[in-house]
């Protein structure tokens, strides 16, 4: 069955701190992964999208890693700050299958 | 250039009623998605539309329908609307890939 599965579900940081997001997914076929991050109540922004052959991609604070071979990924963001309290939510793609989504990890940055 | 627009922003229904929500695309973008996301959770795929065709449909009944115009322009409808059915609809519309979402509309059904 095509999943993707987050964690932490919630978390909680204080403004300034580092935090790292995971992604596992049994997603195939596996075409890319991508991250969003949604505001509460707004649609969802891309942040990263990463192809099979693509270990590191950065965006601003965001860096996003991919294992194909493991099927994991992570989002680590620097520095937090107050706006990147959101949701992030991982995306595997499947090329003309269709997209999988996770139910996302609710971050909240404290000041 | 404006992003994805949706309409209506909010809205309210009863059980059994009927609700046609609408999104406009990005200019030039050919390929419209319909998702719906309950509170908590991540959005759940419910169509997808290329070049006025239908290319995908997501576990949904059939009270769930869309179509695509000419234009591009998207609406998607529900019949004999549900309690569940209230979450937030999103549409996302895309050129080469990448996915490009509005903002979204708010159904509350009674």
């Known amino acids: 069955k095509n999943q993707v599965e987050q964690s932490p579900q919630s978390l909680i940081i204080l403004e300034g701190k580092n935090c790292t997001l995971q992604?596992?997914?049994?997603?195939?076929?596996?075409?890319?992964l991508r991250w969003y991050k949604q505001d509460t109540g707004r649609g969802p922004v891309s942040l990263t999208i990463m192809t099979f052959s693509e270990n590191t991609k950065s965006n601003g604070r965001y860096t996003a890693t991919l294992d194909a071979d493991t099927k994991q990924s992570s989002l680590h963001i620097t520095a937090s700050q107050l706006s990147d309290s959101a949701s992030y939510i991982c995306v595997v793609s499947r090329g003309a299958d269709g997209l999988t989504f996770g139910k996302g990890t609710h971050l909240i940055i404290q000041p | 250039d404006a992003g994805v627009t949706q309409s209506p922003t909010h809205l309210i229904k009863t059980r059994g009623q009927q609700v046609t929500l609408r999104c406009s695309p990005i200019?030039?973008?050919?390929?419209v998605s319909w998702y719906q996301q309950v509170l908590g959770q991540g959005p759940q795929f419910i169509f997808q539309?290329?070049?006025?065709?239908?290319?995908g449909r997501g576990n949904f009944p059939d009270r769930f329908s869309a179509r695509q115009f000419p234009n591009y322009s998207s609406e998607l409808n529900v019949n004999a609307l549900l309690l569940g059915d209230s979450a937030l609809y999103l549409c996302?519309?895309?050129?080469?890939?990448?996915?490009?979402f509005g903002e979204g509309s708010r159904l509350t059904v009674l």
């Open positions: 539309y290329y070049e006025k065709e239908e290319r």
């Open positions: 992604c596992n997914y049994t997603v195939s076929p596996f075409s890319n």
């Open positions: 996302a519309s895309s050129g080469t890939g990448e996915l490009f």
């Open positions: 200019s030039g973008h050919k390929s």
